[in-house]
Every structure is written in C-alpha cells, then in structure tokens.
C-alpha cells in the first residue's frame, strides 16, 4: 500500500472489524474517515459478476466526470482485467480478503492516471449480501484531472491481503494436512493479467474445489 488514503482506510476498516472476517456496514462512520470520503467508494456485489457502485465520492466521480452510483464497476475493463476482478470480488466477499489493486485510467486523449485501488469486505446482516467498501486514489494530481473524464481504466499490479494470514473458512477447520492454491489470474511482469486456470477443472493431485479455491492433501508437509 503506497498512498497514505490506501493505509489510512484499511487500519481503519481492521480496527473496526476487531478479528471478524468484516465489519458491519452499520459500523463505519463517516465523520471517521472525513479526509477520506472524497476518494472512497461502497459497492453493492449481488454476485461477483454483478457489482455496482452504491456510493462514490466527489473527488473519485470528478476524475470521471460523471456521478458513479448506480453504475456498473466492471464496467470500462477489457477482458481480462474484467475476468480478473470477477475472481477479485469473489476473494473478497467469499473469503474475506482484501485487495490492493494498482490501475491506470486512461482518456480519450490518451492521458493516463496512474491510481491505487484498495477493495475490503463490509458485512450486511440480514440482507443475504455483501458489500465492499473501498478507494481509488491518483498517485498524482495532472492539471487535467477533472476536465478529461477517465473512460477506461487497466489493472497493472494486484495484491490479496489475508488480514489474519488466510482465508476465513479455513479458520475453522483442520488445515494440518491442507495446502490451498487460488484460482485467480497471474500478472506477468509488465502487470498484464495471463488467463485464470478454468474453475471448471480438478487439477490433477487436488482433493476438491471449495468455491474457486483447490484444495490439496499433505500441502503443509
């Protein structure tokens, strides 16, 4: 986590959530995180391939020219980025991860904004749903942010944070004689996304599928 917004908000959010897999919605409170607000966004995850923005801050909205809530987050990727968020929001809500992702917008003109991406779990009881807050920050401020709207925008890293060192259903279970290996797209060097294993296949030596993780027998050994 490069920008002081990134690291501001996830301490935050790992206060609040006080060793559950997420806080509450209920639980943020604006006047918290005032400084941050501008650059920090709640989406609503339906299912990993239906996300929308249900809140987004002026200055997130301003870089895009546009008000965000209500529009689809994966929305502006190509392919694979696109089909590397899927699996992203999947890590996140399914088994309590949390991402830093570093993106670069991109304008019509061929401008580009270099940003750092930060996606964590919100819990909300008893509507069957997850939700992720998060925040998208420039790491640099060009005279033309917020006169040429960011159309596009391309994945160039991506890291999953384990906030207690490992996904949250293994927490409960015997993990002795497990090794787990997630099924989410590499990056090459260059941070172009290379094609996620199908979910549909067993590898060969894998116990079983566990959601889009693989399980192995003896891993620790």
């Known amino acids: 986590m490069k920008h002081g917004v990134?690291?501001?908000?996830?301490?935050?959010?790992?206060?609040?959530?006080?060793?559950?897999?997420?806080p509450n919605r209920s639980e943020?409170?604006?006047?918290s995180i005032r400084g941050l607000l501008g650059d920090?966004?709640?989406?609503?995850?339906?299912?990993?391939?239906?996300?929308?923005?249900?809140?987004?801050?002026?200055r997130l909205c301003s870089a895009h020219c546009r008000e965000l809530k209500g529009r689809n987050f994966l929305r502006g990727w190509n392919d694979?980025?696109?089909?590397?968020?899927?699996?992203?929001?999947?890590?996140?809500?399914?088994d309590a991860a949390a991402a830093v992702v570093g993106i670069s917008g991109h304008t019509e003109r061929g401008q580009t904004l270099p940003m750092e991406m930060l996606l964590l779990p919100l819990n909300?009881?008893?509507?069957?749903?997850?939700r992720v807050l998060g925040c998208s920050t420039p790491m640099e401020r060009p005279y033309w942010l917020g006169l040429h709207p960011i159309l596009k925008q391309s994945i160039t890293s991506l890291?999953?944070?384990?906030?207690?060192?490992?996904?949250?259903?293994?927490?409960?279970?015997?993990?002795d004689n497990l090794s787990v290996n997630r099924v989410l797209p590499?990056?090459?060097?260059?941070?172009?996304?290379?094609?996620?294993?199908?979910?549909?296949?067993i590898p060969q030596g894998a116990e079983k599928r566990v959601g889009h993780l693989t399980v192995y027998q003896g891993g620790k050994a």
Not at 12 to 18: F, I
Not at 40 to 55: G, H, K, Q
């Open 80 to 94: 694979k980025d696109r089909e590397a968020l899927v699996s992203l929001v999947a890590a996140i809500t399914e």
């Open 186 to 201: 590499r990056f090459t060097a260059e941070g172009i996304p290379l094609s996620a294993t199908p979910v549909s296949q």
């Open 124 to 130: 909300v009881p008893g509507e069957g749903r997850v």
């Open 159 to 175: 890291r999953l944070v384990w906030p207690d060192e490992r996904p949250f259903f293994l927490n409960n279970q015997d993990t």
């Open 28 to 31: 943020i409170d604006p006047g």
């Open 6 to 22: 990134t690291q501001t908000l996830y301490n935050y959010w790992d206060e609040l959530r006080n060793g559950r897999p997420a």
């Open 40 to 58: 920090t966004f709640i989406l609503e995850v339906s299912n990993p391939n239906a996300v929308r923005y249900r809140l987004a801050g002026t």
